[in-house]
C-alpha cells in the first residue's frame, strides 16, 4: 500500500514544490536587472554554502553542529527517499540495499539534529523568530522520524508485510499523514514561504550574490556606484521591484536567526532599526501584504513596546516608504543605520543590509530630498563648501600654519601623500593630525598634503544616499590626485581610507586599475616601526583597550596593525569583550550622528560601558569619528587618545638615526596639558 | 567650531601667524644682563610658544640707543651687536614650537628716570618734564634727532640677523616718536614741530630707515595710542589720522593699538587696566584706528578669555587680540583651548601684581601662577604624576597656599585631604572679595575650585582641622597653610578685646566679611597701606558711611601698586573718603555712645582726637601658630628645608625613609607675606611630593 502512496505523495510534494519555485523565482525577477555568471554561481554555489556560509555559522559552535547534522542528514534523506521511495530504488535486488540503510542513516542523523534544534526552541533567545519557526523542530523530527520508520521494512529491519493487514493500514496511514506533515514543511514549504524557504533562497541567493568577491575569505565593502546618467533609472529604491532581483532573492533567504539584530548599534540603542525585521518587511513587500505575520522582535521605537507589528503593509510596486503615514518601512529606521556592517558580517546568509539600506535612502534623498535632522544642512554644506561643516574651504590649512607643510602643489611628486580628511576643520583631530606629521617627521618620511586642494572624501554625502555630491566630490578629488606622482596615500581618517581605497575605483573610469595604495596611519606607524624609523619610549600610563573603527576593521580587514603599534609601545590591550570584527561601533558612521534618530540611549554611551568594564583607563582609537563620539561621553572612566597622539608622546630618538640629509623640519610642539 | 575666529592664521607682511593672539610687548624686567635677555627670558618665552600663542611681542621699551633710560627695568639693550647672539636664542627657543617673536625697540626720551646706570640725560622735543618719573630732560637737539633715527635703523637691523621675525616701533606711552606727535610736549618752532608734517616727521623718518635697512621680508610694526585721554593731548581723531598718515606709506606691516596716554598716574592706570575696569574698555579706540588702515590691527587691555577673545575678533573689531596678562596667569591658554580644557584656564583676575612690581623695578611675576617667568628654575606649568610612591596628603587651610599645596599634591598623584574651617574656599581671598570693584579676586579661588573638583581632592569645609582628626587620617605629608588672624591686640590701648561686646577696635577683616555692621562715622587706621585698608574704606564708604583713612605711612595705599592705587583714589575722592598721612592710632576710648580715637603725629608728637562710632585698626596679621606647634614634635622632619626651597629643589626629606609624617608649613602661619608668596611656597614644597 505504502509502495503505492509514497511515490504519490513524493513526488506530488516535489511538483507542488516546483510550481512555488517557479512563482517564487517570479516574485524575485520583479527586481531589476543585475550582471550575474549564472552557470559560474551555480557550479561555485555548494563551496560557497559549504565552506563560506558555514564558516559564519561556525562561529557558533553548537548550532554549527546541529545545522550540519539537521541540514546534512535532510539533503540526503530527501535525495535517497527519492531514490528508495519514490523510484522504488529501496529492494535489495536494486542498488545491493545499501541506499536503504544509508536512507536510515542520513533520516537517524537528522532526526538527532532536530533535537538539538527542539532544544534549542525550548528557551529561544529573544533574537530568534517565534511563530512558524516554533514548529520547525516537529515538522523537522516528524520528517526524519517518518521516513526512518517507513525505511525499516525497506532494509528488511522489519518483515516486509509489517505495514500489510488491517491493523498495519491504519498504522500506514498515520505513518504517511506524518510524513505528509514532514513532506509539507521540508518540501512544499521549502518553495511556498515556510520556515524552509531559507534553503533554497539561501542556496541560488549564494550562487547569484550581487558581492562573488566575498566568497573564498574575500572583501567587498565598497558602495555600488548609481548610474547617474541613466534617464530611466530610479535614483536609488523607492519600491521592492527597484532592487536588483538578486537582492530580492538576497532578502528572501533570511533565515530570521536574528544574528544582525544582537549585534546592531541601533537595535541595542532603542533607535527604530531591527535589520531582521527590515529585512523581513522587504520580504513583505516583494511578495506584498502586511508584516503581521512576523513573529520575531520589532523595530524598537523610542519609548517602550516597539513598533507595533501588523500595521505597515507594501506591495512590490508600491512606496516602501510612505511621504504621509505608513507604507512598508518607516523613513527614521533607515536613517537609525550606522552602516557598521556588524549585520552583515554576522549574517549566516550572508544578506547585505547596509546597501539595500543606502539604495533606499538614496531615493529619500535624491528623489523626495528627504534626509532628517541636519542631514539636509550637511548636503548644502558639501554641495558649497567641499567639506560637510560648511567651512571656508580655504582654511583647511588652518591648523597646520605653523608647521610649514609642503604641498603637492608645490612639490607635485612625494612618496607620501598625507590625506586629511575633514578633521582637519576639527580642533580635537588637529591633534590627532599634529601628532601624526610628527611622527612622519620623525620617521623622515617625504610627504606632503593637498592642503585646500583636498575635498571631502564623499563618504557622509554618500551613505546618507546623495550620490550625486559623493560622485561630484570622488571626481574632483580624483582629478586632483591624477595631477600627482606618489607612492601611497596616508590617513587617519578610516572613512577616507574605505572610500579613497575601495569606491573611488569605479568611478576612476572603466578598467582603470588603481593608481595608489592607501594605508591607514596604523598600519603605516607599524611599517615604519618595523623598518627601525621610529623608537619608543617606554609605556609609563595605565591600562588600555583598543576599539577597532567599523571603517578600518569590519570594512577594511585591519584589525592586527593598530594593536601592533600599541604592542610596539610597550601597551598590552585589554580588549572588550566586543573586539575585532565583533567590535561595537561608536554610533559615528553612515550619518547617524547627522540624522540624530531619537533612541532610548546613546550607541558611544554603550561603548564607553565597554571600555569600562575592561577596567582600562585609556581607550586608543584610530578614526576621527569615533573620537569625537567617545569623547562626547559625559563621565567616561577612560580617556580616548588617537594611536598617533600614543606614538608622538612615546617618540624618543633612534639609537643608530641616520643622519638626515635635507632641512631639518622643526618639531613643532605643543604642551597637552 | 568654537573658537574658530581666535584660529584664523593671518599674514603679516610676509609672516604667517598660526592664530590670533598676541603677547604683547611688555617690560619683563627679569629679562636682562646688563641688557642682554637671559636664559630667565628665553624659557618664559619659549613657554608661552609651546603653549601655542601664536606670536609674542617681547622686550617692552627695548632701546635704540645709549641714551635712553635702560636700567630701571632691565630692559633689553638693541644699541650693540652684542645682542644678536642673544636674539638668535631666543628665536630659536620660540621658532621651535612654532611661534614667532618680535620685539618693541624705542627712544623713551624723557620718559622714566634719569639717577642710575649711566646716568643718561633724557630729552625730548621741547624739554618739557615728564610728571608720571618726576623726571627732567634737556631739549633734543637736530643731530642727536638723526644719531637716534640711524640708531633705530641699525637695533632693527640687529633683531633681523638675531633670527626674530619683526620689531615694533613704540610710539605709544609718550616715548620719543609720539613725544615729538604730541603739542602738548612738542613746542618746536624748526621742521620737526609745529604743524602736522613736522611732528609726523621724526617718526616717519625712522621708519623709513627701519625699512630701508630691513627691507620687506622683515616685519615692522608701530604702536600706537588710540587716545591721550588729555585735553591738549592727541584726541582719537588725531591719532586717526596718524593712524592713516603712516599707514599710506605702506611701510608699516600692523598697527597696535592701545587705549590712554600714560604720562600722569591716572592715566597710566588706564593703560594696563586693572580688575575695576569692565572687560576690554578701550577697544572701541583700536576699532577706530582699524577704520582707516589697511595694516592688521592688534590690540590688547582686558581681554582675559577665549570667549571675549572670540567675539572681539568674530565682530571684526581687530585682527589680532593682545592676551598679555592673560599669558603671564596660564601661558598654555591656546592649547587648553585645543584640548577642549576651557575650564582649566587660569584667567588673570586683573590684579595687577605683575605690572605693579614691573613699575617698582621688579621682576614681572603673576599673583596666582607662580611658575610664570621662573621656568628656567624647573618650576612646571604643568605638574607631572609622580613616580614615586603615592602619599597620603593632609593640607589645612583653604587659602591661596593651601589650595596650591592641595592642588599640586593632587596632580602629583596622591590622595589628598583638604580641611578648611570656613565654608568655602579662598582664605583671605573671599574677603578681599567683598570691596567694591574688587570682586574678581575672586576668580583666583574659582579656578583653584575647578581644579580641585577636578582633581578630586576630598575637600572637608566647615571643618577646623584639631591634632586628632588630621593624625586620623595617617597622614604621610602634612601641610600646614592655617593663615592668621588680624593682629589688633599689638597696642593694649587700641582696646581690642577678644569679646565683641567690649572690643573697642574692629578689623577690616570684620567689615568687609560682613561680621560687623558698618559704622555711620568711621576712622580707618592703617598700618600696612595694603588693599585691605584702602578696600575697606571703600566698602564703609559704598555703605554710606562717612569715612576717614589714617595712616602712619607716606599716604594711605601707599603699597597698593601703581596702576591700581588711581582706581581706588577716583573711587575714594569721589565718595570723599578723607585720607590722611603721618597720624598714628595712640588710643581708642570710649565716650557715651560714642568712640574717641587719639591719634599722634609721627614727626611732631602733637596730638588730635576724632570722634566716630567705629574705630577699624589693619595692622597686618598674626600668624596661627597653634597647630604647627602642636604636631612639630611629632613630625619626621625639621621644618623647610630653606636651601633645597630656594634652589626650587625637593625637600631632602620626601627621599628618607621613616616612620610618621612629615610636616610644612607655609604663607601668612608662618609669617605674613602675600598670596604669590603663599602660592610660590605650596608650589615649590609639593613640585616633588
Known amino acids: 500500500m505504502l509502495e503505492i502512496l509514497l511515490p504519490i505523495l513524493i513526488f506530488s510534494a516535489l511538483a507542488v514544490a516546483v510550481i512555488g519555485a517557479v512563482r517564487r523565482i517570479r516574485l524575485w525577477r520583479q527586481g531589476r536587472p543585475s550582471k550575474v555568471a549564472i552557470l559560474r554561481g551555480l557550479v561555485a554555489m555548494p563551496r560557497r554554502y559549504l565552506v563560506d556560509l558555514h564558516h559564519v555559522v561556525a562561529r557558533d559552535k553548537a548550532m554549527s553542529n546541529t545545522h550540519v547534522a539537521t541540514a546534512g542528514g535532510f539533503v540526503a534523506a530527501a535525495v535517497l527517499m527519492i531514490l528508495v521511495h519514490g523510484f522504488g530504488l529501496g529492494s535489495s535486488e536494486g542498488l545491493g540495499g545499501i541506499q536503504g540503510w544509508l536512507l536510515l542513516a542520513a533520516s537517524a542523523c537528522m532526526f538527532v539534529g532536530s533535537l538539538f534544534v527542539a532544544r534549542r526552541r525550548r528557551n529561544p533567545p529573544a533574537r530568534l523568530s517565534r511563530g512558524p519557526w516554533m514548529r520547525l523542530p516537529k515538522s523537522l523530527m516528524a520528517f526524519s522520524l517518518s521516513v526512518f520508520l517507513i525505511t525499516l521494512p525497506t532494509v528488511g529491519v522489519l518483515p516486509e508485510g509489517f505495514l500489510q493487514g488491517t491493523g498495519s493500514w491504519i498504522l500506514a496511514l498515520v505513518l504517511a499523514a506524518v510524513l505528509v506533515w514532514g513532506l509539507g514543511e521540508m518540501v512544499f514549504g521549502m518553495t511556498w514561504g515556510g520556515p524552509m524557504k531559507h534553503a533554497f533562497a539561501g542556496a541560488l541567493h549564494l550562487a547569484f550574490h550581487r558581492r562573488a568577491e566575498r566568497f573564498g575569505g574575500g572583501r567587498s565593502t565598497g558602495l555600488k556606484a548609481l548610474d547617474l546618467e541613466d534617464p530611466e533609472a530610479r535614483l536609488g529604491v523607492e519600491t521592492p521591484s527597484d532592487f536588483t532581483w538578486n537582492q530580492l532573492l538576497g532578502f528572501d533567504a533570511c533565515v530570521q536567526c536574528g544574528r544582525c539584530e544582537a549585534v546592531c548599534p541601533a537595535f541595542a540603542a532603542g533607535q527604530p532599526l531591527n535589520p531582521k525585521k527590515l529585512i523581513q518587511d522587504m520580504v513583505v513587500g516583494l511578495a506584498g501584504g502586511s508584516d503581521a505575520a512576523y513573529a520575531g522582535s520589532p523595530h524598537p521605537s523610542q519609548g517602550l513596546g516597539g513598533k507595533p507589528v501588523g500595521e505597515h503593509r507594501g506591495t512590490p510596486h508600491g512606496p516602501i516608504v510612505a511621504r504621509e503615514g505608513k507604507a512598508l518601512v518607516d523613513a527614521d529606521t533607515l536613517w537609525s543605520c550606522t552602516t557598521c556592517r556588524a549585520c552583515v558580517e554576522e549574517c549566516p546568509m550572508m544578506i547585505e543590509h547596509v546597501d539595500a539600506i543606502v539604495d533606499m535612502r538614496r531615493f529619500l534623498t535624491l528623489e523626495h530630498g528627504n534626509t532628517p535632522g541636519k542631514g539636509a544642512e550637511v548636503l548644502d554644506n558639501l554641495i558649497a563648501t567641499d567639506n560637510p561643516g560648511g567651512f571656508d574651504p580655504g582654511s583647511r590649512l588652518h591648523w597646520a600654519a605653523d608647521l610649514d607643510l609642503p604641498l603637492m602643489a608645490d612639490v607635485k611628486q612625494t612618496e607620501v601623500l598625507l590625506w586629511l580628511g575633514d578633521g582637519a576643520f576639527d580642533m580635537r583631530n588637529q591633534r590627532t593630525l599634529r601628532a601624526l606629521v610628527k611622527v612622519l617627521r620623525a620617521a623622515e618620511v617625504e610627504f606632503a598634503v593637498l592642503g585646500n586642494e583636498e575635498r571631502d572624501s564623499g563618504d557622509v554625502a554618500r551613505r546618507l544616499g546623495d550620490e550625486a555630491t559623493f560622485q561630484s566630490l570622488a571626481k574632483r578629488n580624483i582629478a586632483t590626485l591624477a595631477q600627482y606622482r606618489f607612492q601611497r596615500i596616508v590617513t587617519c581618517d578610516p572613512h577616507s581610507f574605505h572610500v579613497l581605497g575601495n569606491e573611488y575605483g569605479e568611478l576612476g573610469g572603466p578598467g582603470t586599475p588603481a593608481r595608489y595604495e592607501v594605508r591607514h596611519h596604523s598600519t603605516f606607524i607599524a611599517e615604519l616601526y618595523d623598518a627601525g624609523r621610529l623608537a619608543f619610549a617606554p609605556w609609563k600610563g595605565g591600562s588600555v583597550t583598543y576599539h577597532d573603527p567599523c571603517y578600518l576593521g569590519r570594512y577594511n580587514g585591519e584589525f592586527d596593525a593598530p594593536r601592533n603599534v600599541l604592542k610596539a609601545l610597550g601597551i598590552e590591550v585589554k580588549e572588550m569583550e566586543r573586539s575585532g570584527f565583533r567590535s561595537r561601533c561608536c554610533g559615528g558612521g553612515g550619518g547617524a550622528p547627522i540624522t540624530d534618530i531619537p533612541g532610548e540611549r546613546r550607541i558611544p554611551d554603550m561603548r564607553m560601558n565597554d571600555v569600562e568594564e575592561t577596567g582600562a583607563e585609556l581607550v586608543a582609537v584610530g578614526c576621527p569619528q569615533c573620537t569625537a563620539m567617545l569623547e562626547g561621553v559625559v563621565d567616561a572612566t577612560a580617556e580616548v587618545r588617537d594611536i598617533a597622539e600614543l606614538v608622538a608622546d612615546a617618540l624618543v630618538e633612534r639609537p643608530t638615526a641616520p643622519k638626515s640629509t635635507g632641512v631639518q623640519q622643526p618639531a613643532v610642539e605643543e604642551v597637552t596639558p | ?689
Request: glycine share 10%; hydrophobic share 40%; aromatic share 8%.
Open chain 2, 1 to 689: 567650531m568654537a573658537f574658530d575666529a581666535i584660529f584664523q592664521p593671518i599674514e603679516i607682511g610676509k609672516l604667517t601667524i598660526r592664530n590670533r593672539v598676541v603677547s604683547t610687548a611688555h617690560a619683563e624686567v627679569h629679562a636682562t644682563d646688563g641688557g642682554m635677555t637671559t636664559d630667565r627670558y628665553v624659557k618664559y618665552y619659549e613657554e608661552k610658544a609651546k603653549g601655542g600663542c601664536g606670536l609674542c611681542i617681547c622686550g617692552g621699551s627695548s632701546i635704540v640707543s645709549i641714551d635712553s633710560p635702560q636700567g630701571w627695568w632691565s630692559s633689553v639693550n638693541l644699541s650693540t651687536d652684542r645682542i644678536i647672539p642673544h636674539f638668535q636664542n631666543l628665536a630659536d627657543a620660540v621658532h621651535q614650537h612654532g611661534g614667532k617673536i618680535m620685539i618693541q625697540i624705542t627712544h623713551m626720551g624723557r620718559r622714566s628716570r634719569w639717577d642710575g646706570f649711566d646716568w643718561p640725560t633724557l630729552l625730548s622735543p621741547s624739554g618739557i618734564r615728564e610728571p608720571v618719573h618726576r623726571s627732567t630732560c634737556k631739549t633734543i637737539e637736530e643731530e642727536e634727532i638723526w644719531r637716534i633715527i640711524g640708531d633705530f635703523a641699525q637695533a632693527a637691523r640687529r633683531a633681523k640677523e638675531g633670527g626674530l621675525d619683526g620689531v615694533e616701533l613704540s610710539a605709544v606711552h609718550q616715548h620719543l616718536i609720539d613725544q615729538f606727535w604730541s603739542p602738548r610736549v612738542n613746542k618746536r618752532t624748526d621742521q620737526w614741530g609745529g604743524s602736522f608734517e613736522n611732528r609726523m616727521r621724526f617718526g616717519m623718518e625712522v621708519l623709513k630707515a627701519v625699512r630701508a635697512e630691513v627691507g620687506d621680508d622683515f616685519v615692522v610694526g608701530m604702536r600706537i595710542c588710540g587716545d591721550e585721554f588729555h585735553p591738549d593731548g592727541l584726541s582719537h581723531d588725531d591719532m586717526k589720522q596718524i593712524a592713516a598718515y603712516y599707514d599710506a606709506t605702506g611701510k608699516v606691516d600692523f598697527f597696535g593699538v592701545v587705549g590712554s596716554g600714560c604720562d600722569t598716574h591716572d592715566t597710566l592706570a588706564n593703560v594696563i587696566p586693572n580688575m575695576s575696569y569692565p572687560p576690554e574698555p578701550f577697544l572701541h579706540l583700536a576699532a577706530g584706528i582699524k577704520e582707516v588702515v589697511s595694516a592688521p590691527v592688534i590690540h590688547a587691555q582686558n581681554i582675559k578669555d577665549p570667549n571675549q577673545a572670540s567675539r572681539i575678533l568674530e565682530g571684526g573689531y581687530v585682527d589680532l587680540v593682545g592676551m598679555t596678562r592673560a599669558h603671564i596667569a596660564d601661558p598654555h591658554l591656546i592649547a587648553k583651548i585645543k584640548m577642549g580644557q576651557v575650564d582649566q584656564i587660569k584667567q588673570c583676575v586683573g590684579a595687577n601684581y605683575c605690572i605693579d612690581r614691573q613699575y617698582q623695578g621688579l621682576d614681572v611675576l603673576c599673583i596666582q601662577n607662580a611658575a610664570t617667568s621662573r621656568e628656567y628654575m624647573g618650576l612646571p606649568h604643568i605638574i607631572e604624576k609622580s613616580e614615586g610612591p603615592k602619599r597620603k596628603v593632609v593640607v589645612v587651610g583653604g587659602g591661596p597656599g593651601g589650595m596650591e599645596a592641595a592642588r599640586v599634591a593632587a596632580e602629583r598623584g596622591h590622595d589628598v585631604t583638604l580641611f578648611e574651617a570656613a565654608e568655602a574656599l579662598g582664605g583671605q581671598i573671599t574677603i578681599a572679595a567683598q570691596a567694591p570693584q574688587r570682586d574678581q579676586i575672586a576668580g583666583i579661588t574659582r579656578w583653584y575650585q575647578l581644579e580641585l573638583a577636578r582633581l578630586n581632592v576630598d575637600l572637608r569645609l566647615g571643618t577646623r582641622a584639631d591634632e586628632a582628626a588630621l593624625l586620623d587620617l595617617r597622614p604621610d605629608v602634612v601641610v600646614l597653610a592655617t593663615g592668621g588672624q588680624p593682629f589688633l591686640s599689638q597696642f593694649p590701648e587700641w582696646g581690642y578685646s577678644e569679646n565683641p561686646e567690649e572690643s573697642l577696635v574692629v578689623s577690616t577683616w570684620d567689615v568687609l566679611s560682613g561680621k560687623v555692621a558698618p559704622g555711620k562715622n568711621v576712622l580707618i587706621f592703617d598700618a600696612i597701606c595694603e588693599f585691605s585698608g584702602v578696600s575697606a574704606a571703600d566698602y564703609l564708604a559704598d555703605k554710606g558711611a562717612k569715612v576717614e583713612i589714617v595712616t602712619d605711612d607716606i599716604k594711605p595705599g601707599a603699597a597698593v601698586g601703581g596702576t591700581t592705587f588711581p582706581t581706588y583714589y577716583r573711587s575714594l575722592y569721589q565718595k570723599e573718603v578723607i585720607m590722611t598721612s603721618d597720624l598714628m592710632l595712640h588710643k581708642v576710648y570710649r565716650e557715651g555712645d560714642g568712640l574717641v580715637a587719639v591719634l599722634e603725629n609721627e614727626y611732631t608728637g602733637t596730638q588730635e582726637e576724632r570722634v566716630v562710632d567705629q574705630v577699624v585698626v589693619e595692622n597686618g596679621v598674626r600668624p596661627d601658630e597653634a597647630l604647627y606647634y602642636a604636631l612639630k614634635a611629632q613630625s619626621r622632619n625639621n621644618g623647610v628645608d630653606l636651601e633645597a626651597l630656594y634652589a626650587a629643589k625637593a625637600q631632602p626629606c620626601l627621599s628618607e625613609e621613616g616612620e610618621g609624617f612629615l610636616l610644612f608649613r607655609l604663607g601668612d602661619c608662618t609669617a605674613p607675606r602675600n598670596t604669590h608668596a603663599a602660592i610660590y611656597d605650596a608650589l615649590r614644597i609639593c613640585k616633588d611630593f
